[in-house]
């Protein structure tokens, strides 16, 4: 376009018809445009770039700090416990029509990290998360700041294949050797319902376009100590959690590799004996136990996992990635996954487009907008490579054997150590229900005056028929042999008057 | 515990009996504890932290000039295009036994950002979500390294309380006056599916348990500019695609608050009094559209929200919160959103808490975990007010005006302008098939070339029996008069010799 002439063109609004446009004339467009419009200035962006930057720089040395250095340091409180009503006090939560100062919103920065919960910390054994990769966790600083999300190659050119990087190394891993397709979700039940659409899918594809009003009842066969997540999938799903266990017409089986509570693993070669031989889809929650994939001595948990139909995979556990970073995986390789899930939006996923839109990944997923979740673990395993990978996963399951080594437990699967503390006025009481209804209120009382201390996390509860009992899971490098004792000796601590 | 006595007391191991415990000394364990354990050292925790904090400073130099800096700087490009072939020869993508150097992994970080697509850049229209609010980026990067889940009030706290927080605010604006309930999930997708839930739950709660095996077919009205969530969610929940329009019992509505192509709103007062007389559920899907709320001048747009059974809000669109930051918000007050998704996770939902353990928000979720990205919403709020946020609001629209000024299109009545671009050679062509059909080949090319010059980003479809056009959304204040300017020029330059 040649700047000084007046050029004319046309440009046609879709809510007029396409043949009524009209000549715009640019350069006399370009002079006459408004400098307000509904009363906003218009010619120039809004905002302060320098104050901006002040702002984000002061916001990053901060999270230096208090977030990770602070957060990390096993001197410090594992957390600042308050009541929700304490915590409502000290905490100024109100919005307001007007916006606060840079100094103000500082400290609240300071003061969301000081009462958060420190899960980095090396005395933070609650969860099935814990501990900080600093690869990781820049990756997760990035994908924020580069907001985009996973549905179509043109706006997400390198996480996309990133992405595919990772799912491809990981079905290496699972060991299918033919390939398979795969997506990351916001989580481990994600995951999990996203094998029970699969299954459903594989064994009758027009439930996906009329429903299950007219077909035969189904049933997920499951373990009692299999994930949540597959009764809230059957659910949301239309299966009814009543069809979780029993009877019917089966059409898919979940195994548990890792379970919650215990760490226990299902054994995948019989279970896919009898799958195969029925032609049951099986799945494999490995949400937790998966990492052991990573590991040359504790693969074997998972022996069989190559035979199976799918398999979900959280690498914000184990493997220390920031929540979330949840990987589905499926064997299939008739694009199942893409059946299964799609709907063809149009302006999403034009067919018309100048590069192989098989890149475009978004109509695998039940999302639309997907977070470039799988960014975060390639930076960390690139830092680390598989080696490193492999000893945080060994050096977990070792620390977790370490503890037993001092408490009377069995060498436990994986790093859950379940225990219970007997406070020395129990131990006169004779073996029997009186003497388990009291420990029963043991570990709820440790767990509070623990909390309050802010001295460490480590998670109860009750199984089956067996009373409140700590579990403590082991996963971050962070976490020294002192800090394993001290949890022992702080039960005691906190626990021998009750 | 006196440190220096030999004291005893009791563990017990799960996979023992109870009963079968035994007498532990502290004094000596602590003494004779290993310094290895299956060969890892464990008296000290692996990983060196001065080497940690100097990559992470480095990183969030690069974060803060590459990704926030130059991704905002109007003189840069907005994507340095490269195919799927050729990222992969740039980026080294493959992933190794043996970890990197600091210098390469920062390397990987500036390459990763370098061939992103700046989504924050002033000139991307491509998407419902553009610009960069450093609030909310900040707040991300807090969530982040504070990783943890919003199952939980123990794990939470602080994210707990301001999720609550602002699930009330956004209440009070959806005229909702009597409270109601909330949650945030992974994206909108989530929470219209959260929606086609509930409606059935509310309809027929014995499906949750027995699934749909025994019931009447089940139907969901919507419009055919609806998103495509619906229909997925209609597929995931055993309702069928084909049972999301037409004939049977309907359960329930779904209007939609600014569409996805046009940015068009259902008149929701009459969908609303029709639903209120057949006692439908009526869901907003107010994903885009919701933004809108916090405009005086615009919220009529949603005129007759308060009478809804639920809404599906984003705010990482208009409201520039980094992906994701998606809320579901429900009018009813009997705990639908608990009953409907609870499983009672044990592990988790442990009643004898010594807290309020109606802060466990978990069980309303469908997932496990669940990120706290109400968090990065909440400090943006603090730091700009509502005022400010309803400046963004208004000012976007009425950016977008502006583009109408100069075009021939009707004031949009939101945000998305649309549009064909005519190049001269069409000009002389009848209206007719042979004219329309040569139109729809403008976009895709005129698409093409941006991409590769990297100048600007803005989304095209066909809709309907339309050919191919362009659709501009306009999101953020970064955005100045001569943006918009530049898109038309721009075009005018790629396109006229087509």
Known sequence: MKKNKVITFLF????????????????????????????????SPTGEMNATESFIHHAMEIILEDAVKKATDVREKVCEWRSPEQLKELLDLELRDKGESESRVLQY????????????????????YAGMDPYSMVGSFITEAITTSLYT??????????????????????????????????????????????????????????GLFAAKRLVILTSQ????????????????TKNVYIGAVPFMVNATAGTTVLGAFDPIEEIADICEKYNLWLHVDACWGGAALMSKKHKHLLKGIHRVNSVAWNLHKMLMVPLQCSAFLVRDKT???????????TYLFQQ??????????????VQCGRKPDAFKFWLMWKALGTTQLEQIVDRAIAMARLVCANVPVMDPEYSNVCFWYIPPSLRSVPHGPERWKKLHTVAPVVKERMMK????????????????FFRMVVISPQVSREDLNFVLDEIHNLGQDL
Chains 1, 2 share one sequence.
Request: proline letters at 4%; aromatic letters at 10%; a negative charge.
């Open 109 to 128: 920065c300071r003061d969301a990290i000081k009462y958060s919960v420190k899960t980095t910390h090396p005395r933070f054994f609650n969860q099935l």
């Open 225 to 240: 100590e299999g994930h949540y997540s597959i009764s809230k999938g059957a659910a949301l799903l239309g299966i009814g």
């Open 352 to 365: 018309d487009k100048f590069y192989d839109v098989s890149y475009d990944t978004g109509d695998k997923s």
């Open 12 to 43: 046609a609004g879709l809510n007029s018809h396409e043949h009524q446009n009209h000549e715009v004339d640019l350069k006399h467009q370009a002079k006459c445009s408004p400098t307000f419009m509904d009363n906003f200035a218009v010619n």
């Open 153 to 210: 190659y043109e706006v997400a050119p390198v996480f996309t294949l990133m992405e595919d990087t990772l799912l491809r190394k990981m079905i290496e891993m699972i060991g299918w050797d033919e390939g398979g397709d795969g997506i990351f979700n916001p989580g481990g039940s994600m995951s999990n319902m996203y094998a029970v659409n699969l299954a459903r899918y594989r064994y009758c594809p027009d439930i996906k376009e009329v």
């Open 335 to 345: 694009s199942l996954l893409q059946h299964c899930h799609s709907a063809r939006a």
């Open 453 to 468: 201390k802010g001295s460490m996390m480590i998670g109860y509860q009750a199984h089956g028929d067996k009373p409140n």
